[in-house]
């Protein structure tokens, strides 16, 4: 599908700021909730490795990280293709001919990596019968709040935020994509323990890149020379991610994704969200995440 026809299916509408509709009281794309019973019986295979993360935790930097680690860091070959190519994102469901998630992800030789945002709850179940690796990247509530935000203004593939303020609400209500934000995080968590499940934080990969780099290279079971591990840290790091078109997703047209309204690789730093809130806001948003994430053994850092 070249992206000229992209272009013309998002001009005659048929996913500018797309319809929603609930999956087992989950906000979905209507396209995403049509296709359900498709997407849960999804089958997974053992060798399969999932990155699991609530949207805008870092996914694609935990994309871009573990392509490296897998072709024993040779950036040319992880520039074969955009992010979206080289790890099927299970759910994304789009009109077709446009290629899905499904699509891609059954199209795609083993060992295969793919890309979810899917709360626990809503994960197909071939995933935990073909017991496979998961890494779950978590970012904290008000960082991602923000990112989601500026990304759901400059993507048209996802609803409009509407004004700063109600998209407050609409996140403390998990009335965005994939729900609430709360229950995802501790959704995962809970399950962390009972299956192949790595759980990372942003907010350490950010403060100290190359010790989560080896947290994933022991969980993939791979070893790589001091050498390239430096060439990881440094390929996947937010300067040179931001001008790698394939990892950056300045390829899709900007009638898609407007880089000009806010770009994909837009600050890449805990503590941006101080930059948003009023002391108001913030203080309401912590009165209510106490509330919702009481007697919570998971822990978030604000700020590094
Ligand atoms: P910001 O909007 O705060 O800048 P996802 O890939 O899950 O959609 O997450 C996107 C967020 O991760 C964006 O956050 C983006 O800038 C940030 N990001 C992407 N690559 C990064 C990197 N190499 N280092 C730090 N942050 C990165």
Known sequence: ???????????????????????????????????????????????????????KAGTTWTQEIVDMIQHDGDELKCQRANTYDRHPFIEWTLPPPLKSGLDLANAMPSPRT??????????????????????????????CLVSYYHFSRMNKMVPDPGTWEEYIEAFKAGKVLWGSWYDHVQGWWDQKDKHRILYLFYEDMKEDPKREIRKILKFLEKEVTEEV??????????QVMKHNPMANYTTLPSSIMDHSISPFMRKGMPGDWKNHFTVAQSEAFDKDYRKKMAGSTLTFRTEV
């Open 1 to 55: 599908m070249s992206l000229e026809k992209m272009e013309d299916l998002q001009l005659e509408g048929k996913y500018l700021q797309p319809e929603t509709k609930e999956v087992n009281g989950i906000l979905m794309t209507k396209l995403i909730s049509d296709k359900w019973d498709q997407i849960w019986s999804f089958q997974a295979k053992p060798d399969d490795l999932l990155i699991a993360t609530y949207a």
């Open 114 to 143: 793919l890309k979810t945002h899917l709360p626990v709850q809503l994960l197909p179940p071939s995933f935990w019968k073909e017991n496979c690796k998961i890494i779950y990247v978590a970012r904290n509530a008000k960082d």
């Open 229 to 238: 591990l430096d060439k990881i840290v440094y390929h996947t790091s937010f």
